[in-house]
């Protein structure tokens, strides 16, 4: 009961108190510096607004699937901290990992993100990523989460997660913050996937 009043509370929380507060999690997880956002609630006292208005992002997105505040940054792991190897092995994704389609669909992602110019520079747009995913349903024939899925993995290590209209702008953006722990951008995540399948293979 308490929770579900805590997730009530956490929904109806507005901004910017709701990320004012939600930093101080993300500053004790040493994802964020401690001087790069004021505390204190109050919108006036940002040291940072590039910086707070994409926390504020990252709040909205994951908020609604916790219970509290301080499970933020690990809800938001996906973001800050990305790890390959650990997607490859991880028995959530098994099953992905075996259907017919997977490899190629993996292979052809990853070379299309390669070869994108605006991939380049962390500044891939969610109509290009959408074009990109278009292609390589086109060439592989894949649809569906026989697609979706396997991509999911390779940009954030799960085969589930948040919508990639929101999701892939904030890899974007936050790759070009200047963060205690840097935020892999869709390329930089590509070419860590790309690594992992070779060692592993």
Avoid: M
């Avoid at 956002?37 to 607004?49: F, H, K, P, Y």
């Avoid at 650990?86 to 390669?114: C, E, G, M, Y």
């Amino acid at each position: 009961k308490l929770y579900w009043l805590n997730r009530h509370y956490i929904k109806q929380c507005a901004e910017p108190r709701c990320t004012f507060l939600a930093a101080e999690f993300f500053v004790k997880s040493g994802i964020l510096g401690k001087h790069s956002i004021a505390s204190g609630g109050d919108a006036n006292e940002v040291s940072d607004e590039g910086l707070f208005n994409w926390l504020s992002r990252v709040t909205a997105l994951y908020a609604l699937y916790v219970d509290r505040l301080d499970q933020l940054p690990e809800r938001a792991s996906a973001i800050f901290n990305y790890d390959a190897k650990a997607a490859l092995a991880s028995p959530d994704n098994s099953q992905v990992l075996t259907w017919p389609q997977t490899d190629a669909v993996f292979a052809k992602f990853i070379r299309k993100v390669l070869e994108d110019e605006s991939a380049k520079n962390g500044q891939l747009k969610p109509e290009q990523f959408k074009k990109i995913i278009n292609d390589v349903k086109t060439e592989t024939g894949a649809k569906g989460k026989e697609l979706f899925h396997p991509v999911r993995i390779v940009v954030t290590g799960s085969h589930s997660g948040p919508d990639f209209d929101k999701l892939v702008p904030i890899l974007e953006d936050g790759s070009r913050l200047n963060l205690p722990k840097h935020v892999l951008s869709v390329r930089e995540r590509a070419e860590e996937f790309s690594k992992a399948r070779a060692s592993a293979s």
